[in-house]
């Protein structure tokens, strides 16, 4: 088939990347210059193990066997990353109550190798620490991300496939039998493929309503909940993350590393209702608050506001955590069209799962 995937992003490229090696005839479209210009490029490089979500959903499915094929990919395709393992810790009775209903979720989830410690084990691994206990996942890890998206679009180039840049998809419809889809940008045309994968990451909400009687109640809503992170001017006092519980909306401000070892603080969440990425200084003083409460030893004046990256959720302040929505003929009707929405956190990790769903689901 000729496959058409809009966006390249991690989720982009990883179908895009699948979809070739099966041996279809595949473009990407991309609206900005370059790959990784979107979500992607603004989020915490981890490799999530697939701990906190709920039974079943697809996030959980997808984040666990997603996290096993990116580890394999890396290690055949000399993409780096570090297995350093993530330590969830309580400070308090009623968070040790919280991170023990992880361990359960994330046992029930097939997690590997996750154990509670406790607050001297924790300490032993960590001295800068403070908790009284700790679910330790050794299966977290993290990801130098752009060069796992360069790969995979060194995998589609060699297979044929390309990435049209500055390519914005501005409308579709499907005239039997196949998608006629209109390109916008300095080389505007028309062309038609067999197939077309919306993985248009903050802008798939509004790309599906320009897709020519794609039902309007199978567009989600779109709810941006933005993540600042604070770097760390300081010399980094964990090798591995650190992660409080959880939040309404998020994973709570946890410590997080690059492969340089060099450590920052976020994502918080701030309910927006316009995409900007600007980092308020003055949100530092939550942040110390909150890191203090198990790094006590923080000092003052160590916190740099660093960048800021946007979930694409579908639910908002209060409303619980949605799962991810991958709508494939079934859902909407309309033959070999799937559309992603609210691919935030564990997307990066799962792209390889999503890729091998999304595919399947063209080919039925
Ligand atoms: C703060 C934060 C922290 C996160 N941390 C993690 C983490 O540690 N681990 C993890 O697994 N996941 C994490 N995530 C989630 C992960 O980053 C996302 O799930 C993933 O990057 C989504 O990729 P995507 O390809 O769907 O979207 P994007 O990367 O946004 O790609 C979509 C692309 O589509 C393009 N586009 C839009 N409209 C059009 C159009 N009409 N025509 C052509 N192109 C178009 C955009 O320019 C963009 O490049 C985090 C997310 C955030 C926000």
């Known amino acids: 088939m000729q496959v058409l995937v809009i966006g390249a992003g991690v989720v982009g490229l990883a179908i895009a990347r699948h979809a070739a090696l099966a041996g279809h005839d595949v473009t990407v479209a991309e609206i900005t210059g370059g790959i990784a210009n979107g979500v992607s490029s603004r989020n915490s490089e981890v490799i999530h193990a697939g701990l906190y979500y709920p039974t079943e959903t697809l996030r959980a499915k997808l984040c666990v066997r997603g996290r096993r094929m990116l580890y394999a990919y890396c290690t055949s395709r000399g993409v780096a990353h570090r297995k350093c393992g993530k330590l969830v810790v309580a400070t308090n009775e009623a968070e040790l109550a919280k991170v023990e209903t992880i361990l359960a979720q994330s046992q029930i989830n097939g997690v590997e190798g996750v154990e509670m410690i406790g607050g001297n084990a924790a300490r032993a691994m960590e001295a800068e620490l403070f908790c009284i206990g700790a679910l330790w996942s050794p299966e977290t890890g993290i990801i130098d991300s752009h060069g796992y998206m360069r790969a995979m679009w060194g995998e589609l180039e060699d297979q044929g496939g390309r990435i049209a840049f500055k390519t914005p998809v501005e409308r579709m419809n499907y005239k039997a039998p196949q998608w006629h889809v209109h390109f916008g940008g300095s080389e505007a045309c028309v062309l038609q493929f067999d197939a077309v994968v919306n993985a248009a990451g903050l802008g798939a909400q509004a790309l599906a309503r320009r897709i020519e009687g794609y039902p309007a109640g199978k567009v989600p809503r779109l709810v941006l909940g933005k993540g600042n992170y604070f770097g760390f001017a300081g010399k980094p006092a964990f090798s591995r993350l650190i992660y409080p519980t959880p939040i309404d909306g998020g994973l709570g401000v946890h410590v997080t590393l ?79 069209l799937v559309s992603l929405f609210g691919i935030e956190s564990p997307g990066l990790t799962s792209s390889l799962a999503i890729a091998e769903d999304v595919v399947a689901y063209l080919s039925s």
């Open 258 to 336: 690059d492969l340089a070892g060099r450590m920052r603080f976020g994502p918080d969440v701030e309910w927006i209702t316009e995409e900007n990425y600007t980092v308020d200084p003055h949100r530092a003083d939550s942040f110390y608050a909150r890191v203090r409460t198990y790094f006590p030893a923080l000092p003052d004046g160590t916190l740099v506001p660093d960048y800021a990256g946007i979930r694409p959720k579908l639910t908002g302040k209060g409303e619980g955590q949605a799962d991810f929505m991958i709508a494939g003929p079934a859902d909407h009707g309309m033959p070999r």
